[in-house]
Each structure stands twice: as C-alpha cells, then as structure tokens.
C-alpha cells in the first residue's frame, strides 16, 4: 500500500512536475492579488454610489449588485473573456484577474457599506464641527474605524476568493487547479489532486495566519489609542 502511495506521489512529482505545479500556485496568487485590488477599488466606488443621495448612482449600484451576486461566478468569467478578451494574445491570467476582481467588488463593497453604516453618526458630526469637509471626515475619521470592523468578514473574503480562482481553467488559465487536471490526464492517478489540495491548504493557512496578526495588530493599536 504504501510502496503504491509512494510511487504515486514519485510519479506525481517527478519529471518537472513539481515545478509544473509551483507554477500554477504562483499564477493562483497572482489572480488572487490582482483580483483583490480590483475588487477592493469597484467596491469602493460602489459602496459610495449605494450611499449616495443621488437615485442614478444608488441603480447603478443595485444592477450591478444583483447582477454579480445573482449570476455564478464561472458564468461571468466565460462572459468577460469573451467580451473583452476575444482574439486577446497577451498573458491570460488578465482575464481571471479582471473577472474575479468584478465579482470580488459586489461583496467588498457590501462590506465597506456596512462598515461605514455601523459607525456612529456623530463621528461624521464630530468631524464636520472641527472643520473638515465631508469626505475628509470619511477618509481621516469614518474610514479608518470601518476597516477594523470590516476587517474579519474581508480576510473571510479573501480567502474565499483564493479557493475560487481554481474556475480560472475553464478560460485556459494554467492554474494550480489546471495543472493538476493536466497532469491526472497524462499519469491517470488522482494524486495531482490531493497534491493541489494540500498545497491550497497550506497557502490559506499562511494568508490567514498572517492576516490574523496584522488584525490583531490593528486590535492592539487600537487599545493603546483608547
């Protein structure tokens, strides 16, 4: 049995396989960080239409929500490619950054909503008695405390986004996930599989081990304001 595993593993790894594979998990970080950057500004500016006071931008913040939360995500990115990206010659990672940071934006923007929403008005109040315009007092006064608050539900979204960059393939992007579906094709053993799963066990777990100590840094800093 384990001779077997062994040798599976072997075949798994061996003729620059193993490389094969670290590529596609650095490809899987680059969408992640380029997505995230994405989603992270679109839900900035849609979190602003969805508070604004004008009916135009609070619509296009509701169809453009609806839409991306109401569609899969695997849909949207077959879209994208084909709108934006047919006949593209350039590295096809763009169009799994571009389609993920689209669909990352609906939900960072209902995080960064609801962060704001959750601070108390007298902040904005405070801020506009001392002198400051309305979006200084967003960015020096409100903003700040809405991240800390939001802080957990957007290391939950960045995770999530991270497991979902393996739809990546179904556009052709050599993922960690492709990679791995390329090689079971050529040795006939699942192995590949398990190998990947392990290795995106191992990347979420250092993206939250670190993400956990940057929050609790924010916690710390927070308590010695206080």
Known sequence: MFDGLWASLLNTLGYGRTEMLLQGLLVTIQITAGAIAI???IGAIVAYFKLSRFKILRGIAFVYLGVIRGTP???QLLIVGALFFSG???NRVWIGVVALGINSGAYVAEL???GIQSIDKGQMEAGLSLGFSKTKTMVYIVMPQAIKNILP???NEFIMLTKETAIVGFVGVADLTR???????RTFDVTPLFVSAIMYLVLISVLTFFLGKFE???RKSDTATA
């Open 39 to 41: 989603g992270i500004v």
């Open 73 to 75: 995500a695997v849909i």
């Open 88 to 90: 593209f010659r350039g």
């Open 112 to 114: 960064i909503r609801g």
């Open 153 to 155: 539900s957007f290391v």
């Open 179 to 185: 990679i791995a579906q390329q090689i079971v094709s």
């Open 216 to 218: 609790k840094r924010l």
